[in-house]
């Protein structure tokens, strides 16, 4: 169903913490910590491709040749305001990553995304992006982001979600092929309110406690 540019992370680790996630019965605090959890696990994954390079470095005991990253520039784009409970969980992994930011909202009558704030690192052109959304469901805002970003002159961009809907998936796939996805979850569709099924909500407001 889907090509080898959808990253479906099956770890067990992953699994747990998502099967709490959707338990309409977790509160907002424990939501909040496990959402950042989750993607600094995903996190791990998505950069395994970044390069490496040999390092000499003396230790305790003796010098020797070791392995560093070879100063690849990465950026974080959250969508606002859901993929801002991702953004803590990287940049505990990668605390020099910058990070940008695009507001999109989905029009409650179309579906579709509408922007309203962008803000970017002004070398985001020279950098491998990273998009943050916690669910992938019709795909529009995900879409739309890449547009944008690939506008600014950025070529290698990757998408993070913790859920996806396979409409989503399908979408991206056919607007920009070239993008990779990573996702815990491919979950059995979208209902008539372009909700993921059974998914687990609203996630932003379970991040932030509005719902």
């Known amino acids: 169903m889907f090509n080898e540019k959808v990253h479906v992370l099956d770890h067990p680790l992953l699994q747990h913490k998502l099967s709490i996630l959707r338990d309409e019965n977790t509160g907002v605090k424990e939501f909040r910590e496990i959402v950042s959890e989750i993607a600094a696990l995903e996190c791990y994954e ?25 100063g690849k520039k990465l950026a974080i784009v959250p969508i606002l305001r859901a993929g801002l409970g991702m953004v803590d969980g990287i940049l505990n992994l990668i605390p020099s990553a910058k990070v940008g930011h695009i507001g999109l909202y989905r029009d409650p009558e179309t ?32 879409s739309a982001a890449i547009t944008f970003l690939k506008g600014y002159g950025c070529k290698h961009i990757k998408l993070m979600n913790i859920i996806a ?38 996630a932003g407001d379970r991040i932030f406690g509005t719902k």
């Open 111 to 142: 579906h579709q995304p509408v922007e309203y704030y962008c803000k970017m690192p002004n070398d985001i052109s020279e950098r491998d992006v990273i998009i943050l959304d916690p669910m992938l469901a019709t795909g529009g805002s995900a």
């Open 165 to 202: 809907a396979p409409e989503g998936v399908a979408c991206i796939q056919k607007d920009h092929p070239d993008v990779d996805i990573y996702v815990a979850a491919v979950d059995e569709k979208l209902n008539d309110h372009a909700y993921i099924v059974p998914g687990l909500g609203d």
């Open 46 to 70: 998505a950069t395994r491709d970044l390069p490496l390079e040999e390092v000499e470095i003396k230790t305790p005991v003796a010098t020797g040749t070791f392995k560093a990253l070879a």
